[in-house]
């Protein structure tokens, strides 16, 4: 099902806390993803005080070097540092200048322009992040109605201290802009709020990867819209070719039948080279005569007692 493009609220965080409370105390961890999801803060020291912007990152690879979260994410400042891990590398996948990038409203820098559809961004770290890891993503098409658990990490309060939530919900279809709408309850009674950016929607049987939280719903209803798999497939696929083939191996793998011509050619080995040819010895006779004759044709006495060459 096809839903048309609705107003969007993106769900990342901006607000201003006092200093006092500015640490960011230890996540309340949720189930099997809590080493999986996991905050992402931008702190901007003003004074007494500090500027925190919030959203949600997600360990891409198995080792969890790379992390994943939202362009609109990625755009809040400059991070340098997640869970302590040096960035040393960032990739976006969109920005102003796609041909199907549109203006979006809803930050505190203002509007940005990019493609819903590809709002997405990674985060290259020196190392590994230690406990943490990356679980499989699935490329299949999803069924109207199909369940799915959603893991963010939203603001709930003015306290800056976030806890992972995972909320339930159901595929509800694809909207025109290329993001996957889904249907969702709230958690104990929360709603999934600003700083949920950049969470994982996963599959309910499978367990597997369906879709990046992007945004919600403006008109109150509890929808959130996800950046589909492909689109990260795609993606890293242009900035870490080599990952996308262990991540997306259904997506690079080829078959290659044996009744197809070879692809590359064989090597032919080049012509031998000719054989010198030597001529024949000549009789004795015959090398005194020519001998003779080069004496007398080849070198000639000028008149100025030089020698020249007989042209």
Not at 3 to 22: Q, T, Y
Not at 78 to 88: H, P, T
Not at 250 to 264: G, K, R, V
Request: hydrophobic share 40%.
């Amino acid at each position: 099902m096809i839903l048309r493009k609705a107003p969007l609220i993106l769900i990342v965080d901006s607000f201003f806390l006092l200093a006092a409370s500015a640490s960011l105390a230890p996540a309340v961890f949720s189930q099997d993803l809590s080493h999986t999801v996991l905050p992402i803060a931008k702190l901007k020291w003003i004074g007494l005080g500090a500027e925190g912007k919030f959203g949600t990152g997600f360990c891409v690879d198995r080792d969890c070097r790379y992390i994943g979260t939202n362009y609109h994410v990625a755009m809040m400042g400059q991070l340098r540092k997640i869970k302590g891990d040096k960035v040393i590398h960032r990739y976006l996948a969109t920005g102003p200048n796609d041909d199907s990038a549109t203006i979006n409203d809803g930050f505190s820098v203002g509007p940005l322009k990019f493609t819903l559809g590809r709002d997405l961004a990674i985060y290259e770290l020196r190392y590994p992040l230690p406990n943490y890891h990356g679980i499989p993503f699935s490329l299949n098409g999803l069924q109207s109605g199909q369940d799915v658990d959603i893991y963010a990490y939203p603001k709930e309060s003015i306290n800056p201290a976030r806890s992972l939530l995972k909320f339930h919900g159901a595929f509800k279809g694809e909207t025109t802009s290329g993001l996957l709408a889904f249907d969702y309850s709230p958690s104990d009674g929360k709603d999934i709020r600003p700083g949920a950016s950049g969470g994982l929607v996963v599959d309910g049987k499978s367990q597997k990867v369906v879709g990046i939280l992007s945004s919600v719903a403006r008109d109150g209803e509890a929808v959130v819209m996800a950046v589909p798999i492909q689109s990260l497939a795609e993606f890293v696929s242009k900035v870490q070719p080599w990952l996308a083939q262990s991540l997306f191996p259904s997506a690079s793998s080829e078959t290659i039948s044996p009744a197809l011509f070879d692809l590359y050619p064989k090597f032919v080995p080049p012509a031998p080279a000719a054989s010198i040819q030597y001529r024949p010895d000549e009789p004795a006779e015959i090398k005194v005569l020519r001998d003779t004759q080069q004496r007398k044709g080849c070198i000639t006495q000028t008149e100025h007692g030089g020698i020249g060459a007989v042209h």
